[in-house]
């Protein structure tokens, strides 16, 4: 009978659910996530390479693949330099020096910021600038084009670029105390640059980061210029803010909503 009863009872029992099998679901998470970047730190009698990478960076694994593109090709550059020295070493070692900045992080625009230079010989390094823009919502790079896609908008951006980067060239001929006949010179040298670099090309304008009001929309665009471009290496990078209200007019319709007063 107590045989019989245990067996009855065992029938009744509902059958336990499975166990949750944890390993393969922790598996498919890391799976999901970017392996993240790995700042990069390497020493050589000839050469050193320095590259770091914001965390937010990680996040956003298509930002991250454009990160590391970038980096790569630096660092490609420089070992074609330190192959070409056989044995030899040189003076000074090469150097790569990179540093990815996090400039802005909201959830409708990241911008990351790529400064630094590459030293293969010579009197200095040679500048490496670079923005990126990037959309979290359509997991795709900003670029200048699809901001103004028309090439006549690039006229009128050109103008008020030329105007403010003509006024800090005064300012700082000004400042320096120049001779007449040689504050003539370096005006019309570095004016020349500016009317170079800032010609109403999208290309000329493809370096850029959001500049955001209080509420995280875009209250003007920083277009960065690079070293050579509109001045001689010594004046550095430079920079210039483009309001909203300049360029909202201009602004493919599909992202004013990101603009002030758009």
């Not at 277009?223 to 602004?251: E, K, N, S």
């Amino acid at each position: 009978m107590v045989f019989l009863l245990v067996s009855c009872n065992r029938d009744r029992e509902p059958t336990p659910a499975a166990a949750p099998t944890p390993a393969p679901a922790a598996s498919a998470v890391v799976a999901s996530q970017p392996a993240g970047l790995q700042d990069v730190i390497e020493r050589d009698p000839r050469y050193m390479i320095g590259i770091s990478y914001p965390p937010i960076a990680s996040r956003y694994p298509g930002l991250a693949a454009e990160l590391e593109r970038y980096a790569d090709g630096a660092r490609a550059d420089l070992m074609r330099a330190v192959a070409a020295l056989g044995q030899a070493r040189p003076a000074a070692p090469y150097d790569l020096s990179l540093s990815f900045t996090e400039v802005v992080a909201t959830p409708q625009v990241v911008a990351i910021a790529a400064d630094g230079s590459s030293y293969t010989g010579g009197a200095h390094g040679a500048p490496l600038v670079a923005r990126f823009v990037w959309l979290p919502g359509e997991n795709r790079r900003l670029t200048a084009q699809d901001l103004v896609p028309d090439p006549a908008a690039w006229r009128d951006i050109s103008d008020h670029v030329r105007e403010q980067l003509q006024a800090a060239l005064s300012q700082r001929v000004d400042a320096d105390a120049l001779a007449p006949a040689d504050r003539a010179q370096v005006v019309k040298d570095a004016g020349r640059m500016i009317d170079e670099g800032t010609g109403p090309d999208v290309d000329n304008f493809s370096q850029f980061e959001p500049v955001l009001a209080p509420d995280g929309r875009i209250a003007a665009l920083r277009f960065v210029f690079p070293p050579y471009q509109v001045g001689p290496y010594a004046d550095g990078t430079q920079t210039v803010d483009v309001p909203a209200d300049v360029l909202l007019p201009r602004i493919a319709p599909a992202y004013r909503h990101l603009f002030v007063g758009g």
